[in-house]
C-alpha cells in the first residue's frame, strides 16, 4: 500500500450525509482494510469548522468497519448477521461476487462460491440491515449477471431484475465498474446507478511499468476490439490525442458454442499500425482468446507493441495461454485492476501488472459520505493530462 501524502486527502466542505460505515462482504476484506485505511488517515488530518457540531459525530474512528458476517449452515443455507449498530448510518457495502477463491462446507464438501452465492451474502448483508441505515449505497464492481443485460431470444434478463431486487431491499445508489452494457441502468430509473471507468489508473499503470512511449499519433493507436466497446476507446484516444481502430466479429449465427454464436473472423478497420505501440482497450478478459486473436491480428498487421487494458482479469481458461503469447512476443502487457479476486500466480507473470483501485474507492466513499460532486472522478481527463505531461518532461 503506497504512503499517503497529506495532499492526496480532497477538500470535503460539506457535512456528512450521516456516520459512515463499510461493510465488506465475504471475498473483500483485503481491499475493504485498503479502504478503512486511507479514510482513517484522510479523517485524522482533515479539519473542518463545524467539526464539533452534532453533524460530525463519529467522524474520526480507528476504523470504519462494520463487523458483518455470512455463517453456512451444513446445508449450505446461510444468515447476515451484523454484531454493532448500523442506525442512522450512511452505508457502502462492497462485494465481489466473481470470487471464485471463498468456499464454504455444504454436506462435508468444499463448494467454492458462484456469483449467485456472492449475490445471496449481498442480500443477507441487506437484510439484517433491517431498514434502520439512513442511506445504503452498494459497491459492486463487478455487475452481477452483467453478461446477461440484455435479451436476444426468449430469455431472462438476470441483470436487470437484480437491480430491482436490491433497489426493493431498500439500496439507494449502486456504483459499479465499466458495466458491459450500462443501458441496463434503465431498469431502476429512480435511484442512483454509477458505472466507472479506471482510465487514470489504467494510463498511469502504463506510465510507470513502461519507459520509453511516444504518446503521439504517429507512434501509438488506440484499439476497440469489438464494436461494444467503441465508447470506451473513443474516450481513451481523445484525451490523449491517438488515433483509434476497431476489430469487428464476424460470427456464425448458425450455431452456438458455449453460450454464444462462434467468431468465423476478425475485420479491422482504421489506418495503419505498422510500427506503432497499439493500446487495446476492453471491460474483461474472460476466456482471453478473442483477445489474444486481436493482439495477433495486430501483430501480423505490423504492430510494435500490443498493451491490453481490461477492468476485470477473470482469466477463465487459465494463464497458460498468455504465458504462450508473452513467449511468441504477441502480446508485451496486460493491465488489469484489484477490484475483483486476483490468484497469487497472477502477480508473478511478467506480462501482468495490477492497478490499485482501493484509494479511488475510498475518494468515492468518503466525497458521497459528505453529499459532494464526484464528477471530477468519473471524468478525470484532466488528471491523465498532468501525468502524460510530467511523463513527457521526465523523458527530456
Given at each position: 500500500m503506497e504512503p499517503i501524502k497529506k495532499h492526496d486527502k480532497r477538500r470535503l466542505d460539506n457535512a456528512p450525509f450521516g456516520q459512515l460505515g463499510l461493510i465488506t462482504v465475504t471475498g473483500c476484506e483485503t481491499m475493504g482494510k485498503e479502504i478503512d485505511y486511507y479514510l482513517q488517515v484522510w479523517r485524522t488530518e482533515r479539519q473542518h469548522e463545524?467539526?464539533?457540531?452534532?453533524?460530525?459525530?463519529?467522524?474520526?474512528?480507528?476504523?470504519?468497519?462494520?463487523?458483518?458476517?455470512?455463517?453456512?449452515?451444513?446445508?449450505?443455507?446461510?444468515?447476515?448477521?451484523?454484531?454493532?449498530?448500523?442506525?442512522?448510518?450512511?452505508?457502502?457495502?462492497?462485494?465481489?461476487?466473481?470470487?471464485?477463491?471463498?468456499?464454504?462446507?455444504?454436506f462435508g464438501f468444499d463448494n467454492h462460491m458462484s456469483p449467485d452465492d456472492h449475490f445471496a451474502n449481498l442480500k443477507r448483508v441487506i437484510a439484517a440491515v433491517g431498514g434502520k441505515a439512513r442511506r445504503i449505497t452498494v459497491i459492486m464492481p463487478?455487475?452481477?449477471?452483467?453478461?446477461?443485460?440484455?435479451?436476444?431470444?426468449?430469455?431472462?434478463?438476470?441483470?436487470?431484475?437484480?437491480?430491482?431486487?436490491?433497489?426493493r431491499m431498500g439500496v439507494d445508489n449502486i456504483i459499479t465498474f465499466d458495466a458491459h452494457d450500462p443501458r441496463v441502468q434503465n431498469a431502476i430509473p429512480l435511484?442512483?446507478?454509477?458505472?466507472?471507468?479506471?482510465?487514470?489508473?489504467?494510463?498511469?499503470?502504463?506510465?510507470?511499468?513502461?519507459?520509453?512511449?511516444?504518446?503521439?499519433?504517429?507512434?501509438?493507436?488506440?484499439?476497440?476490439?469489438?464494436?461494444?466497446?467503441?465508447?470506451?476507446?473513443?474516450?481513451?484516444?481523445?484525451?490523449?490525442?491517438?488515433?483509434?481502430?476497431?476489430?469487428?466479429?464476424?460470427?456464425?449465427?448458425?450455431?452456438?458454442?458455449?453460450?454464444?454464436?462462434?467468431?468465423?473472423?476478425?475485420?479491422?478497420?482504421?489506418?495503419?499500425?505498422?510500427?506503432?505501440?497499439?493500446?487495446?482497450?476492453?471491460?474483461?478478459?474472460?476466456?482471453?482468446?478473442?483477445?489474444?486473436?486481436?493482439?495477433?491480428?495486430?501483430?501480423?498487421?505490423g504492430a510494435k507493441r500490443v498493451f491490453l487494458f481490461a477492468t476485470f482479469g477473470l482469466f477463465t481458461g487459465g494463464l497458460e495461454k498468455f504465458d504462450k503469447a508473452y513467449r511468441e512476443g504477441i502480446i508485451d502487457k496486460i493491465f488489469t485492476t484489484n477490484l475483483i479476486y486476483q490468484p497469487e500466480e497472477l502477480f508473478e507473470k511478467p506480462w501482468h501488472y495490477s492497478c490499485d483501485m482501493s484509494k479511488f474507492i475510498a475518494y468515492i466513499i468518503d466525497t458521497l459520505n459528505h453529499d459532494s460532486s464526484i464528477s471530477d472522478l468519473l471524468i478525470p481527463s484532466e488528471r491523465i493530462w498532468k501525468i502524460v505531461e510530467r511523463y513527457n518532461e521526465k523523458k527530456k
Amino acid at each position: 500500500m503506497e504512503p499517503i501524502k497529506k495532499h492526496d486527502k480532497r477538500r470535503l466542505d460539506n457535512a456528512p450525509f450521516g456516520q459512515l460505515g463499510l461493510i465488506t462482504v465475504t471475498g473483500c476484506e483485503t481491499m475493504g482494510k485498503e479502504i478503512d485505511y486511507y479514510l482513517q488517515v484522510w479523517r485524522t488530518e482533515r479539519q473542518h469548522e463545524h467539526e464539533d457540531s452534532p453533524a460530525f459525530v463519529g467522524y474520526q474512528r480507528p476504523t470504519y468497519i462494520i463487523n458483518a458476517k455470512e455463517p453456512r449452515f451444513g446445508t449450505g443455507e446461510g444468515k447476515g448477521v451484523l454484531s454493532q449498530s448500523v442506525r442512522g448510518m450512511d452505508l457502502y457495502i462492497l462485494v465481489d461476487v466473481v470470487n471464485y477463491n471463498e468456499t464454504y462446507r455444504m454436506f462435508g464438501f468444499d463448494n467454492h462460491m458462484s456469483p449467485d452465492d456472492h449475490f445471496a451474502n449481498l442480500k443477507r448483508v441487506i437484510a439484517a440491515v433491517g431498514g434502520k441505515a439512513r442511506r445504503i449505497t452498494v459497491i459492486m464492481p463487478y455487475l452481477y449477471e452483467s453478461l446477461q443485460s440484455k435479451r436476444t431470444s426468449r430469455e431472462s434478463l438476470d441483470c436487470a431484475i437484480a437491480l430491482q431486487e436490491l433497489t426493493r431491499m431498500g439500496v439507494d445508489n449502486i456504483i459499479t465498474f465499466d458495466a458491459h452494457d450500462p443501458r441496463v441502468q434503465n431498469a431502476i430509473p429512480l435511484n442512483g446507478f454509477d458505472t466507472v471507468q479506471p482510465a487514470y489508473q489504467f494510463i498511469k499503470g502504463l506510465l510507470k511499468s513502461v519507459d520509453d512511449l511516444q504518446i503521439d499519433s504517429d507512434h501509438m493507436q488506440i484499439i476497440s476490439p469489438d464494436e461494444g466497446g467503441m465508447k470506451r476507446a473513443v474516450y481513451f484516444a481523445n484525451v490523449l490525442g491517438l488515433d483509434m481502430g476497431m476489430f469487428y466479429k464476424r460470427r456464425d449465427y448458425t450455431r452456438m458454442v458455449g453460450g454464444t454464436n462462434p467468431i468465423v473472423a476478425f475485420e479491422f478497420l482504421g489506418s495503419s499500425v505498422e510500427g506503432k505501440d497499439m493500446v487495446v482497450i476492453d471491460d474483461m478478459l474472460a476466456s482471453g482468446d478473442s483477445a489474444l486473436e486481436v493482439a495477433q491480428a495486430l501483430k501480423k498487421r505490423g504492430a510494435k507493441r500490443v498493451f491490453l487494458f481490461a477492468t476485470f482479469g477473470l482469466f477463465t481458461g487459465g494463464l497458460e495461454k498468455f504465458d504462450k503469447a508473452y513467449r511468441e512476443g504477441i502480446i508485451d502487457k496486460i493491465f488489469t485492476t484489484n477490484l475483483i479476486y486476483q490468484p497469487e500466480e497472477l502477480f508473478e507473470k511478467p506480462w501482468h501488472y495490477s492497478c490499485d483501485m482501493s484509494k479511488f474507492i475510498a475518494y468515492i466513499i468518503d466525497t458521497l459520505n459528505h453529499d459532494s460532486s464526484i464528477s471530477d472522478l468519473l471524468i478525470p481527463s484532466e488528471r491523465i493530462w498532468k501525468i502524460v505531461e510530467r511523463y513527457n518532461e521526465k523523458k527530456k
